[in-house]
């Protein structure tokens, strides 16, 4: 069975950082394009940042460019999320997500909360 296992949300001021970290199992995550996503009170979840297998393919949105970096440990099977300069519009939780032939794997997720 696929676990995924998000860590490191918490509650900033704005212009602070976070380091999420996605724990996976059950599944060799080498081979799969690894994502972010969000979601906030109200809104549909949404694409955050995407990394390839290999890591050499990454895609930010618009919204987090230039702030967010998503990295990845094969060895370890964990993904991460940098993710600086924070504002309370990046106020949400996080989930790490994987997409597989049989089907789809989500974390519980990670609350981030950014104050003013």
């Known amino acids: 069975q696929v676990q995924l296992v998000e860590s490191g949300g918490g509650s900033v001021q704005s212009g602070g950082s976070l380091r999420l970290s996605c724990a996976a199992s059950g599944i060799n995550i080498n081979s799969y394009v690894m994502r972010w996503y969000r979601q906030a009170p109200g809104k549909e979840r949404e694409l955050v940042a995407s990394?390839?297998?290999?890591?050499?393919?990454?895609n930010y949105a618009d919204s987090v460019k230039g702030r967010f970096t998503i990295s990845r440990d094969n060895a370890k099977s964990t993904v991460y999320l940098q993710m600086n300069s924070l504002k309370p519009e990046d106020t949400a939780v996080y989930y790490c997500?994987?997409?597989?032939?049989?089907?789809?794997?989500w974390g519980q997720g990670t609350q981030v909360t950014v104050s003013l």
């Open positions: 997500n994987v997409n597989f032939a049989t089907g789809r794997a």
């Open positions: 990394i390839s297998s290999g890591g050499g393919i990454i």
